[in-house]
Structures are given as C-alpha cells and as structure tokens.
C-alpha cells in the first residue's frame, strides 16, 4: 500500500519538525512490536518472584543450622588474660601495717570437649530434617509460581479474546442498528425494531466496559508476578486438545503421595517434631564433657609469686530435678508432635482430592473443547442464515438479535475451554507435584510465533 504525504509550505520553520514527525510515525509503522511468551513470563517471574526468595533464604538459613547443630560436639577452646593493678594492707602482724600496691597478671587456655550428650546429638538430626523441609518449600514456591504465571498469562489472553468478541458484537449489532433505522426512514421499518436493537447496543456497550476492565485487571494479576508491565502476549490460535497421560488416575495419585512437596515439606516437620519429643526425653540423660585448663598467675601481696598449672578433668553431670520442666517440655513435644502427624494426613487427604479434581477436569477440559468448536461454527452458520432471513422478511428482529448473542457467547465460551485446556494440564501435573520448567516449555512450543490479533 502507497502512502502519499502532502505538506503544506506556508511555514517553512516547521518543515523539519515535520519530517521528524512523518519518519517517527513510520518507524512505528514499520518496526514490529516484541511479544512476550509464556517462558519468558514464567523466567521473569521465578528471578523476581519474593515467595522463591524468602523460600530460598530460609533454606539457607536451615543449612547454617547443620554446622551449628554440630558444634556442639566438637571442642571448645577458650583464652583468657587479665591483667591489673591492685593495692593491699594488712594488719595482724604485731604492731606493723603492711599497705602496699601490686600488679597482677592472669593467662589461661582451656578446652571442652563433649563426649556423651544426647541432646545435642538429636540437634544435629533436627536439622537435617528442617533442610529437607525447606528444600521441599523451595520446591513447592517454584511450582506455585510455574502454575500461577501460566493462569495468570492464559488470563490476560482469555480477557483480551472476550474483549475482542465485546468489540465484534458491537460492530455487529452497530450494522443491525443501521440497517433497521434505514428500513424505518423509508417506511418499511418500525420503531419497537429500532428500540430493540438500541437495547441489545446498551447493553454490548456495558460488556465492553466489563471486557475492558477485565483485561486491566487480568495484566494486573500477571504484573504482580512478572513485576514489569505486561506488553504484547504470545497468542494460540489452534489447539489439539490432549487428555491426561497416562489416562487412569491412579499412577496419578501415586506420584502426587511421592512427589508433592507440600507433602514432603509435612512429613519433614512431623520428623521434626518427633525428634524434638527425643531431645525433651533426654533432657533426664547424663552428659560426659572432658575438660582441660592450662594457667599462668602472677602478682600476690605476700611475697610476690607466679604459678603456672596444667589440669584435666572428666565431668559427669546427672539432672535430678529441674523443677518439673523437663516433664512439662516432653507433654508440650509429644503434643505437637500428635498435631504434626494429624496436618500430615489432612495434606495427604487434599492432595488427593486435588489431584482427583485435576485429572477429571483435564479430561473435561478436551470434551469442552472439541463442543465449543462445534458451537461456534454452528452459531456462525446460524447467526448469517438469519440476518438473510431478515433481510428478506422471514425472520423477526428478535431471531436476529437472539442469534447474534447466541454467537458472541458461543465465541466467549471457546476462548474459555480453548485457554482451559492448557490451563489444566499444568494444573494436574502441579497437584501431582511433577511440574517442572520443562513443562513450561512445553506449553510455551504451541504459542504462535506472532501475536494473534
């Protein structure tokens, strides 16, 4: 196509103000736009994403409590030195009063080492256990936000779709609007067909609204994950609607019992919990330490000295009595440790029946699928055969009217099963707790390579 420029020479100052203009606006014209897929979202929201982060951080806490946990078992190694002034008088001897003033001096090395302490070796369990669990949160955030990203991207294609529908339905009915003020102007027509349809045009104006605030909202949603404006999407435009696979719901439920990190990160804290019932019980245990001091002292008032010692020492402490606390810590462990294996098979029973829900509605999801497709070629089909039969006098406004809503909502319901079906493969493969950025990919390889329009 030709574009022809015609620029008036009345202000010559202008003229470059102009070109600049003219070569901007063709730039714009020529130069693509980029469009983002649904992996590049999903990348952008796992290196942006706080839930990933703080999962991350904890984890590395929990792995700084393994060498702490096991420093308790290890030597300790103390120096000391102390040095100062000090002033003296003594009395008693006969009639002489001895005032003076001495320096002191104070070096001393010592060292503990644990060799029986069963409370600090179960420490040392207990933190393994707490880096398994966050191991299993860090898993679960990156699904989270793999299944979050993928509805909230297929969201803001199924908003625009629906504003697309809301568009067409306006130009439809704005055509229908046209044609019956035309008949009525020339004395075919009548007025309740014109008030009719000026109905059916309000009300396609408040969906368009609805449509257009629903798109806002939809970029919102992928903006809070993504964390940078939502620009131009990656569209699908045909789809072979695929089932789940393998197609029977028990391998599902059992790879969602051994993989789902929700269930995972559970059982962690319940081992946890039962090893902290441990530790209260051995609370009454014994300890055994080996001590060994190495000092040097100098400056005393009477004579002026220095002694240096070299000593060891075995220490067996024995806990009696600690006023009832030790009894009470294992109530209160027991307790929570009961608590801890209630929530693990509560999280077992959900995940079951969300991986039940997630199979069944992925199996839906194509017949769904393959019903609309029908529905809107038949709707189409429908929708041209009546406006002919208007045009002709066979058919009423009203069938016209009915038919053309019958085909907008026909599209709308596509859009939904078509975004839907790929929605819900990630979703069963996140309650099984198998979804993995491969996954991602995968979905992201049936994305047009240009956007839809």
């Given at each position: 196509?030709?574009?022809?420029?015609?620029?008036?020479?009345?202000?010559?100052?202008?003229?470059?103000?102009?070109?600049?203009?003219?070569?901007?606006?063709?730039?714009?014209?020529?130069?693509?736009?980029?469009?983002?897929?649904?992996?590049?979202a999903?990348?952008?929201?796992?290196?942006?994403?706080?839930?990933?982060a703080?999962?991350?951080?904890?984890?590395?806490?929990?792995?700084?409590?393994?060498?702490?946990?096991?420093?308790?078992?290890?030597?300790?190694?103390?120096?000391?030195?102390?040095?100062?002034m000090?002033?003296?008088?003594?009395?008693?001897?006969?009639?002489?009063?001895?005032?003076?003033?001495?320096?002191?001096?104070?070096?001393?090395?010592?060292?503990?080492?644990?060799?029986?302490?069963?409370?600090?070796?179960?420490?040392?369990?207990?933190?393994?256990s707490?880096?398994?669990?966050?191991?299993?949160?860090?898993?679960?955030?990156?699904?989270?936000?793999?299944?979050?990203?993928?509805?909230?991207?297929?969201?803001?294609?199924?908003?625009?779709?629906?504003?697309?529908?809301?568009?067409?339905?306006?130009?439809?009915?704005?055509?229908?609007?046209?044609?019956?003020?035309?008949?009525?102007?020339?004395?075919?027509?009548?007025?309740?067909?014109?008030?009719?349809?000026?109905?059916?045009?309000?009300?396609?104006?408040?969906?368009?609204?609805?449509?257009?605030?629903?798109?806002?909202?939809?970029?919102?949603?992928?903006?809070?994950?993504?964390?940078?404006?939502?620009?131009?999407?990656?569209?699908?435009?045909?789809?072979q609607?695929?089932?789940?696979?393998?197609?029977?719901?028990?391998?599902?439920?059992?790879a969602?019992?051994?993989?789902?990190?929700?269930l995972?990160?559970?059982?962690?804290?319940?081992?946890?919990?039962?090893?902290?019932?441990?530790?209260?019980?051995?609370?009454?245990?014994?300890?055994?330490?080996?001590?060994?001091?190495?000092?040097?002292?100098?400056?005393?008032?009477?004579?002026?000295?220095?002694?240096?010692?070299?000593?060891?020492?075995?220490?067996?402490s024995?806990?009696?009595?600690?006023?009832?606390?030790?009894r009470?810590?294992?109530?209160?462990?027991?307790?929570?440790?009961?608590?801890?294996?209630?929530?693990?098979?509560?999280?077992?029973?959900?995940?079951?029946?969300?991986?039940?829900?997630?199979?069944?509605?992925?199996?839906?999801s194509?017949?769904q699928?393959?019903?609309?497709?029908?529905?809107?070629?038949?709707?189409?089909?429908?929708?041209?055969?009546?406006?002919?039969?208007?045009?002709?006098?066979?058919?009423?406004?009203?069938?016209?009217?009915?038919?053309?809503?019958?085909?907008?909502?026909?599209?709308?319901?596509?859009?939904?099963?078509?975004?839907?079906?790929?929605?819900?493969?990630?979703?069963?493969?996140?309650?099984a707790?198998?979804?993995?950025?491969?996954?991602?990919?995968?979905?992201?390889?049936?994305?047009?390579?240009?956007p839809?329009?």
């Amino acid at each position: 196509m030709k574009t022809k420029f015609t620029i008036a020479r009345k202000h010559p100052s202008l003229e470059p103000f102009i070109y600049l203009l003219i070569l901007g606006c063709l730039t714009l014209y020529v130069t693509p736009s980029m469009a983002d897929d649904l992996q590049i979202a999903y990348q952008q929201a796992a290196s942006t994403s706080p839930l990933i982060a703080q999962a991350r951080a904890q984890l590395d806490a929990d792995l700084a409590g393994r060498p702490l946990a096991r420093s308790a078992l290890l030597p300790h190694i103390n120096a000391f030195a102390g040095g100062g002034m000090n002033t003296g008088r003594v009395t008693g001897f006969g009639s002489q009063t001895i005032s003076t003033g001495y320096h002191s001096d104070v070096f001393s090395a010592s060292l503990t080492e644990s060799i029986f302490n069963g409370q600090a070796f179960m420490k040392t369990k207990q933190s393994d256990s707490r880096i398994r669990a966050s191991e299993a949160v860090l898993a679960y955030a990156q699904q989270l936000v793999a299944l979050q990203v993928t509805q909230a991207y297929f969201g803001v294609l199924q908003a625009q779709a629906n504003q697309r529908v809301a568009l067409q339905q306006m130009d439809l009915l704005q055509s229908i609007d046209k044609q019956t003020r035309a008949s009525l102007h020339i004395g075919t027509g009548d007025i309740i067909s014109v008030q009719e349809v000026q109905a059916q045009l309000d009300a396609a104006k408040a969906d368009l609204i609805a449509a257009n605030n629903a798109v806002t909202v939809a970029k919102n949603q992928l903006e809070r994950l993504t964390h940078r404006p939502v620009g131009t999407l990656v569209d699908i435009i045909t789809l072979q609607p695929t089932g789940p696979q393998p197609d029977t719901i028990g391998p599902w439920l059992a790879a969602a019992l051994k993989n789902q990190p929700l269930l995972q990160q559970a059982q962690a804290t319940l081992k946890v919990s039962e090893q902290q019932v441990q530790y209260a019980k051995r609370a009454r245990w014994p300890t055994l330490t080996l001590s060994g001091i190495g000092q040097h002292a100098a400056g005393t008032l009477i004579p002026p000295v220095a002694i240096d010692q070299i000593g060891g020492s075995l220490n067996l402490s024995i806990p009696v009595y600690e006023g009832g606390g030790t009894r009470a810590e294992i109530h209160q462990a027991e307790a929570l440790s009961k608590a801890s294996r209630d929530n693990v098979a509560n999280i077992q029973d959900k995940i079951k029946l969300d991986t039940q829900t997630a199979f069944h509605d992925l199996q839906d999801s194509v017949a769904q699928f393959q019903a609309t497709q029908q529905s809107v070629a038949s709707a189409k089909v429908s929708m041209d055969g009546t406006r002919k039969g208007y045009e002709i006098g066979s058919r009423s406004i009203i069938d016209l009217l009915t038919a053309t809503t019958s085909y907008a909502a026909a599209q709308r319901n596509y859009y939904l099963a078509l975004y839907t079906q790929l929605v819900a493969r990630t979703q069963l493969k996140a309650a099984a707790g198998v979804l993995t950025p491969l996954d991602i990919e995968a979905i992201n390889t049936l994305l047009e390579s240009s956007p839809s329009k």
